[in-house]
């Protein structure tokens, strides 16, 4: 069965620091990845994806991602956080017919 | 920027009641979905339309439902006989493809759906 694991609920962050959002998958095949995010009563926002290629892929608001393939790992990060960047961030990688699987999602919440 | 919508925001019915929640697609999109999410539980794939029919459906996406695409704008959800377990958030989305590749798929706001 295709699933998607996000081991923490919550990431905790100080304003500045870097953040990392963990994902790992179990899907066949080599499926395109993406990240979303999800602010409070919003629809899910596009982040972010990977194809193919550069292991470091770049996204929206400064959000980058690093793929590994051998780990079957796409984890989410930024250098430096903000409090505007505190949501609901899900990992979704892309299983037959282009359907999406999404992860529990991670909260993250950036303190000042 | 164009963006998906849909409507209405928030729909309340009695059990066994029939529902149609509606989405409008980027105009130049030609795959679509479904989704949804229960309270507090991850967003579960539904179905995806492609060229006027399903392409794929879960195990969801029982006899009470059914997607169409009555004109060139609209995509719709239909849920014959609603029951408690179906309210959720349902969200729409849809993609277009470039270069050969599969672009993100782009979602609406959602709608809530409530089951009394």
């Known amino acids: 069965a295709q699933s998607v694991a996000q081991p923490e609920d919550q990431v905790n962050v100080a304003e500045g620091n870097p953040l990392t959002v963990k994902c790992t998958y179990s899907?066949?095949?080599?499926?395109?990845l993406f990240w979303y995010v999800q602010y409070p009563n919003r629809g899910l926002q596009f982040l972010l994806k990977?194809?193919?290629?550069?292991?470091l892929v770049k996204g929206s608001y400064g959000f980058e991602a690093e793929f590994n393939k051998s780990q079957t790992s796409f984890h989410l990060k930024k250098p430096s956080a903000l409090v505007s960047d505190s949501a609901l961030y899900f990992c979704?990688?892309?299983?037959?017919?282009?359907?999406?699987?999404f992860g529990a999602g991670t909260r993250l919440a950036v303190h000042p | 920027e164009p963006e998906v919508t849909q409507t209405p925001s928030h729909q309340v019915t009695q059990m066994g009641q029939e529902v149609i929640l509606r989405c409008v697609p980027i105009?130049?999109?030609?795959?679509f979905y479904w989704y949804r999410q229960i309270l507090g539980q991850k967003v579960e794939f539904l179905v995806s339309?492609?060229?006027?029919?399903?392409?794929?459906k879960s195990e969801i996406f029982d006899d009470q439902f059914s997607v169409e695409r009555p004109d060139g704008s609209n995509f719709t959800l239909k849920i014959r006989s609603t029951k408690l377990e179906d309210s959720a958030m349902y969200f729409c989305?849809?993609?277009?493809?470039?270069?050969?590749?599969?672009?993100?798929?782009?979602f609406g706001p959602g709608t809530r759906l409530t089951v009394l």
């Open positions: 979704a990688p892309e299983g037959g017919y282009n359907k999406l699987i």
């Open positions: 339309f492609y060229n006027n029919e399903i392409s794929e």
């Open positions: 990977y194809i193919t290629g550069d292991n």
């Open positions: 105009s130049n999109h030609l795959y």
């Open positions: 899907v066949s095949g080599n499926p395109y």
């Open positions: 989305a849809s993609r277009t493809r470039s270069g050969g590749a599969y672009n993100e798929q782009f």
